[in-house]
């Protein structure tokens, strides 16, 4: 697949992702790897970012934290620890619970403590457990899930701060004076974005005034989650900025109203009226969703890279002579500030 051929996921595709995954009986990467081959025209950081997510709310969904399930969880896990081919029990067990191996192994440490904080330690350094086979099972666990845990944490920590460091690096070379979170915290900032511009670029006639990068998949739940937690609040003290999700998003957010939302795919940019700041988070069944879209002007960009996408929010401003090539992500803007 060429850099010409991505672009916005589909909501038909997404939907049959979700469908698929909805079938599975164990988040395991075997499992994982099926979706990935049966879907081999998604890119995998995509795909991958997809699956994070679907694996997160299903266990939000599925997992109660309760001292009677732990109980009974523990029971399951002394049951089988009886069998002197033990192997990885947790696994087993977490495959029949329906729940991810690292989640599984966090409720039985709740029953070894009833601390949340002994517990959390625990999780996060299993030799700290008195009980050798526990320690090793919960290690197994914890090393076998793909989704979950503090080892995937530590992950998705690193590749969102990859892409941050990627994003700052072109800043700086070309020659865009910036201040980071850090700084913007020392001012007084309770919520800051990446990297708040000094001064304000524009792109084909809109405004940037910070930008906001996101090294995932943006489908509508975490694209309105941010826009409420994070993306409105920069809007109101910043003014207009720029989001990238680096993993491509999902096309039905292009159903949601313009005053509403802002979206980019991997073509095309839909920006933000002035409306926005009295922003109406309707769910995708509402119907104000399907009304019909408006004259909002739309701006090209060239992308690159497995499922970039941005999001750009309007302001009226001169436009700035520059290349922007972000390696996944490409805008073309001309003239003078």
Not at 60 to 71: A, F, L
Not at 281 to 294: A, E, H, L, M, T
């Amino acid at each position: 697949m060429t850099n010409t051929d991505l672009k916005p996921m589909p909501l038909k595709i997404y939907n049959a992702i979700v469908k698929d995954f909805n079938k599975i009986t164990s988040f395991s990467r075997k499992s994982e790897n099926e979706l990935r081959k049966k879907y081999k025209d998604v890119p995998p950081s995509t795909m991958g970012s997809i699956i994070s997510l679907l694996v997160q709310r299903s266990m939000k969904q599925s997992y109660r934290k309760s001292p009677v399930i732990s109980s009974k969880y523990y029971e399951l896990y002394e049951e089988l620890m009886r069998d002197k081919n033990q192997g990885d029990i947790i696994h087993k067990l977490a495959d029949s619970q329906g729940i991810s191996p690292a989640l599984f192994a966090r409720s039985l440490l709740q029953n070894v403590s009833s601390d949340s904080t002994v517990v959390k330690k625990y999780f996060k350094d299993t030799t700290l457990i008195e009980n050798k086979d526990l320690a090793y099972q919960v290690f197994l666990g914890i090393m076998n899930d793909n989704q979950y845990g503090p080892y995937v944490d530590i992950i998705k920590q690193s590749i969102g701060l990859e892409y941050e460091l990627r994003l700052e690096r072109e800043l700086r070379m070309m020659n865009i004076s910036f201040s980071d979170e850090n700084l913007l915290r020392l001012r007084g900032y309770d919520k800051t974005p990446d990297f708040k511009l000094d001064v304000p670029i524009a792109v084909d006639n809109f405004i940037i005034n910070w930008i906001e990068s996101k090294a995932l998949f943006g489908d509508e739940e975490n694209h309105l989650g941010y826009l409420k937690e994070q993306l409105m609040c920069y809007w109101n003290r910043f003014g207009p900025g720029l989001v990238i999700y680096w993993f491509g998003y999902l096309e039905v957010l292009d159903l949601t109203p313009e005053e509403v939302l802002i979206i980019v795919s991997l073509a095309v940019i839909y920006f933000l009226t002035e409306s926005s700041r009295e922003i109406n988070f309707c769910s995708q069944s509402d119907p104000s969703r399907q009304q019909k879209k408006s004259n909002t002007r739309r701006s090209r960009v060239k992308a690159s890279g497995p499922g970039a996408a941005a999001i750009l929010a309007p302001g009226s401003a001169a436009i700035l002579e520059h290349v922007w090539d972000l390696g996944f992500l490409t805008c073309e803007a001309f003239g003078n500030l």
